[in-house]
């Protein structure tokens, strides 16, 4: 639905929209970029860019075929974003944001978390030698100590 969302954006003259850079550039789109906007800046919803293939579960023969093509730390890292999105019960209707990496000695994850409005918004960087300590730590800075789960409460 993205040339869609394009032709409608065309048509109504909108001056811009936000989109996953990697979907654009999938799909060949890639030349109607005119900014890309820093993590560091707007903290992407979790996952954006990462594919998943599935199969059936009997299926040994393509399973071990994508098995081939399977990233484990970057599997690793989407997980991480996904879980921070599950510990706040939360989908598609609030803001939120998560970006994991991995550097040479640790796993350092951003996250964000807002009211709709945005009047009220919290940030976090944490950093940790496993995915669960990240979420811990992400957990009790943004919901805990920044009391973050009242932004949760509808």
């Given amino acids: ?3 869609t969302r394009l032709a409608v954006a065309d048509s109504v003259g909108v001056d811009a929209i936000v989109v996953a850079v990697a979907g654009l550039e999938r799909l060949g789109l ?8 820093a993590s ?3 903290v992407p919803q979790v996952a954006q860019g990462a594919l998943a293939v599935e ?3 009997d299926d040994e023969v393509t399973a071990g075929l994508l098995g081939s093509i399977d990233n484990a730390s970057l599997r690793m890292l989407v997980e991480l974003e996904r879980s921070w999105l599950r510990e706040l019960g939360s989908g598609c209707d609030l803001p939120v944001g998560g970006l ?6 640790h796993i350092e994850m951003d996250v964000f978390l807002s009211n709709p409005a945005g009047t009220s918004v919290l940030r976090h960087r944490a950093s940790a030698d496993t995915p669960d300590g990240v979420l811990a730590q992400c957990v009790d800075v943004v919901l805990e100590r920044g009391r973050g789960r009242e932004l949760l409460v509808r």
Avoid: S
Avoid at 30 to 37: A, C, F, L, S, W
Avoid at 100 to 105: E, L, S, V, Y
């Fill in 40 to 42: 560091d800046i707007m």
């Fill in 55 to 57: 199969c059936r579960v």
């Fill in 1 to 3: 639905n993205m040339a």
């Fill in 100 to 105: 994991a990496r991995q550097t040479a000695d």
């Fill in 30 to 37: 890639g030349h109607r970029i005119d900014e890309v906007i």
